[in-house]
């Protein structure tokens, strides 16, 4: 085995274990700041997003363009 790979494959356990730790608080983040906009935003805007999402969902087999809801739109 390559010197190499074989240090790669060494430091695998600790590396993975970082980016888990990572990704676990930032799962813990981004939950904090979805609650944060879901507190903020009007309900019946939420409704109305809702039932956008169940029609996109639900149509996009048959019309990919139904996904064109999740573009961003960012007025300049």
Known sequence: MNDSNFCKMIHMKR???RKYK??????TES??????LN???PGHLKTEWLAQERV???SR???P???????INIKK
């Open 31 to 36: 939950g904090r700041a979805f609650d944060r």
């Open 56 to 58: 996109a969902q639900s």
């Open 22 to 27: 990572l990704a676990k608080n930032g799962i």
């Open 65 to 71: 363009a139904a996904m064109d809801l999740y573009d």
């Open 61 to 63: 087999i048959r019309d």
């Open 15 to 17: 590396t993975l274990c």
């Open 39 to 41: 507190e903020a935003a």
